[in-house]
């Protein structure tokens, strides 16, 4: 472009956009514009670098620099001369965030939100940092002083400006590249879970230090390596995070849901926005929990966070869940959740002072001047009627809040975080004998699967309002991919498998790199600078590790060699780093599922109520390396798959477990597949110990 008449108009081209963190910015004196090949084009056509500005609604520090920075004129008036001002939703586009996320930290910057990066016309980066204050503070120039001095920089070209760019881009186009290697075994697994469990806090759970996240990657694969080692320690940790999360601040103890992370090592003090992501993989964690040994609290938390689910989140018609809940309301982080004393005294009469003693309220409060509700003192169970009058305060309490100004919602559906909900709310259906929790699950399928694809057949990342705002990334098509496979297993209908296998078809398609593996965005995306490939686990899991663990269910479902041919590559296309491995717990548990998982084919007339009982045995089970597969008759099971003829007994449902090739004799009582599911393991060299204070009872 070389007119500049043709160029954008100077002003903020927000409003035009569908993502609520976009439309926040909307009434910005910056003239802001949103991500796209035209912003670049003005950028080039201007010769002007490019400021970056990355968040999501529900970010706390991103409100407070709009606050101080993007709606002050001054500021703004030294951007718009400067700069083409771009603002991104790294919800809505997590393949940007991520790209310069690791220009950051190649810059050896730590990461966070509000991301501030700065770059090329061209979209290279060469400088960056995160939240900027308004003077200059906490050893931090002012964001002006970095507005002017990165400005003069450029229009000196100073080398450091070209050498940060040429050295930048040359090193994110290697962290894209693969580091072939087999697929892992007992000897590496191990020794990820041994250090994994070591970096555990003995006493609180979760990873040791502060702030704290749930991680629920990292917990979810060692609950499975509890079922591949016989290390009892891989299952105690995840019982001790759920215990003390489910018990401290960071959970909602009176509308349900949990907290993005806490600030603190005690989970008292919470980061208040809700993320879908993490209550949907909090949720599946409990499930597995609970049927690996049933605790009330685990049913609880469950219930009550399916609840905040169906009551808060659901969105476009009741049919798909929203992507977040804020932190902030009315401008303060948490006023939404916090209690005073006076508050709860006058609320709940005689039974304030049981409420206080047990919730942790007090006159000073446990956080600036404020009451955080908690049962951190009191976890255990008070008795059924002390229980019952605390269940009666709850909800007076929640009446009460209902009154408040509510925290801000982003509405948007994002295929890949409603898959990990629809897949999360499949398991806990069965795990906790909740057949209803089914129908929103399906409901949010059929609204992904309906509304959210293409005219191509191409799935859509996020949706808004009847309207696209991003095409399709890998996480979207795997992450949906795995949640049809969970309804596939849940109902026996064959829809839900072929969909599983269009999308898994449509990945080998559009995102394979050539030496293995997947790359975050389409061949044909043509606002990427580099195509990132990674399988490294953050809050969500990867894409190419949720691949693996389609292709390898896919496997054990059909008997189809290529897709145990498609999960090796995928899964070799990283394992050569030896090192990083613990950063992959879920490609780690995809390779566990292909090699030792098993698939429990139940033969029999589905509405018996005989095959629905074997059926639940396995759906219910607590070892996630197993896949169901329904078949009528012997006549429906799959040519390759090893149970072929194979089928009900002397007109009996029948179940049969296979692994490795190989299907185990029949049986036709739960109980007894539930024994028959129990794997053969062997503790690697070192035995993993928890520590001295051990798990909680």
């Known amino acids: 472009m070389s007119d500049n008449a043709s160029l954008p108009p100077p002003e903020n081209l927000l409003r035009h956009a569908s993502s609520p963190y976009l439309l926040q910015h909307a009434g910005n004196p910056v003239h802001w514009r949103p991500w796209g090949p035209e912003a670049l084009a003005e950028a080039q056509a201007l010769n002007r670098p490019i400021l970056l500005s990355i968040g999501y609604a529900a970010c706390h520090w991103c409100h407070v620099m709009a606050h101080e920075s993007f709606e002050d004129p001054e500021t703004a008036a030294l951007m718009n001369a400067l700069y083409v001002n771009i603002k991104v939703d790294r919800e809505e586009r997590p393949d940007i965030d991520a790209l ?131 290390q009892p320690a891989c299952a105690e940790v995840v019982e001790l995070l759920l215990k003390r999360m489910s018990q401290g601040g ?39 929990a609970h049927a690996g040994r049933p605790d009330p609290l685990y049913a609880q938390r469950a219930e009550e966070t399916v609840g905040w689910l169906l009551r808060e989140m659901l969105t476009e018609n009741g049919c798909a869940f929203a992507a977040s809940q804020d932190a902030d309301s009315e401008g303060e982080e948490g006023k939404f959740y916090v ?35 908690n049962r951190r003192q009191h976890a255990q169970p008070l008795g059924e009627e002390t229980e019952a009058t605390l269940a009666r305060c709850r909800a007076t309490l929640f009446e009460a809040r209902a009154k408040r100004i509510p925290p801000g919602r982003d509405d948007k559906v994002l ?17 906790f004998g909740r057949p209803d929790w089914l129908e929103p699950a399906k409901r949010a399928f059929a609204f992904v699967a309906g509304q959210m694809t293409a005219s191509d057949g191409r799935l859509l990342h996020a949706f808004r309002q009847g309207q696209a705002s991003a095409s399709g990334l890998l996480e979207d098509y795997a992450s949906m991919a795995r949640a049809a496979l969970a309804l596939f297993e849940a109902t026996g209908r064959a829809r839900y498998l072929r969909h599983a296998i269009a999308w898994a078809d449509a990945v080998q398609r559009h995102f394979a790199a050539p030496d293995g593996g997947y790359f975050t965005s389409a061949k044909d995306a043509a606002d990427v600078l580099v195509r990132g490939r990674s399988a490294g686990d ?86 996630p390396a197993i896949a169901l597969l329904r078949v009528r008759d012997s006549a429906r099971v799959p040519h390759n798959h090893p149970a072929h003829g194979k089928g009900p007994v002397e007109g009996r449902p029948a179940a049969y477990v296979c692994r490795a090739g190989t299907c185990g004799l029949p049986v036709t009582d739960p109980a007894a597949l539930r024994a028959a599911l129990a794997r053969p393991t062997g503790a690697g060299p070192e035995r993993i110990a928890r520590g001295p204070e051990g798990p909680e009872a």
């Open 538 to 623: 953050n809050a969500t899991p990867s894409g190419n590790g949720l691949m693996a663990e389609v292709q390898a269910k896919l496997f054990h479902l059909t008997g189809d060699d290529r897709w145990r041919a498609c999960a090796e590559r995928t899964i070799g296309a990283f394992s050569g780093l030896e090192q990083g491995l613990a950063a992959m717990p879920l490609l780690l548990s995809a390779a566990d599922l292909l090699t030792e998982g098993a698939c429990v084919v139940v033969a029999g007339d589905p509405e018996d109520p005989a095959a629905q009982a074997l059926a639940l045995a396995a759906l219910s089970h607590p070892d």
């Open 415 to 431: 295929a890949d975080w409603n898959g990990l909900t629809i897949a999360a709310l499949v398991r806990a259906a069965a795990v």
């Open 339 to 373: 209690w005073a004393e006076s508050e709860v005294d006058a609320l709940l009469g005689p039974e304030a002072e049981l409420f206080r003693r047990v919730y942790d309220v007090t006159r000073d409060g446990n956080w600036e001047g404020h009451n955080i509700l």
């Open 250 to 288: 960071i959970y909602d103890h009176l509308g349900g849901g949990y907290a993005r992370y806490s600030v603190d090592a005690i989970w008292l003090v919470p980061h208040f926005e809700k993320m879908l992501y993490d209550n949907a993989q909090l949720l599946e964690l409990l499930a597995l």
């Open 100 to 230: 310069y996320m690791n220009a950051l930290h190649l810059l050896g910057e730590h990461g966070g939100w509000p991301l501030t990066m700065f770059l090329t016309p061209k979209g290279e980066p060469f400088w960056g940092g995160t939240y900027f204050p308004p003077e200059p503070r906490w050893g931090r120039p002012s964001f002006r002083q970095v507005l002017q001095g990165i400005a003069d920089a450029w229009a000196a070209q100073d080398q450091r400006i070209l050498q940060n760019t040429g050295a930048l881009k040359g090193a994110l186009a290697r962290m894209a590249e693969a580091n072939p290697g087999p697929v892992p075994g007992q000897a590496q697994l191990n020794r990820v879970a041994l250090g994994l469990v070591k970096a555990t806090d003995p006493v609180e759970g979760g990873l040791s230090g502060a702030p704290k996240f749930p991680n629920p990657p990292i917990f979810r694969f060692l609950w499975q390596m509890h079922f591949r080692l016989g």
